[in-house]
């Protein structure tokens, strides 16, 4: 059997995933991470994208995060997300409507407003249909 490390991603609402993995991949604030049973012990900050693992059967599983902090542990990760969703339970016609209300208010905004709050949104709305669609969130988002 393949060695295997505790895997939790838990939101301020609930604990999304509590399984066992062989393999993990998380969105750091630089750059994806890739973190196998062992791991040397990190605390990261996480931006919004796409957290792959394989479970201890082999599936690989997919989740939307955006924002918070992982704890790399050798035999255990530990996920605090700002927001987090299995990529069966993204609505994809709510987040539809989320990129287009956030591209909708960008297109309006003047120069002078600030649009970070619209571009967050976009970010994660544009994330979420990504991962439905089981797509790599690309490199660079706005």
Known sequence: MANLIKFEVVTPERRVVDDQ??????????????????H???????SVGKITYLDAKGTEQRLSVAW?????????????AETAEKAEDIDRERAM???TKAEEALKAATPQQDVSEEM???QRAVNRLEVFNDKRPPDVLP
């Open 40 to 46: 040397s012990p990190l605390i990261t900050e996480l």
């Open 97 to 99: 409507q989320a990129k």
């Open 21 to 38: 993995a062989t393999v993990v991949t998380i969105p750091g604030a630089t750059g994806y991470l890739g973190i196998l049973p062992g």
């Open 68 to 80: 918070g902090f992982a704890e790399i542990l050798p035999d255990k990760i530990t996920i605090l």
């Open 120 to 122: 967050k949104k976009l």
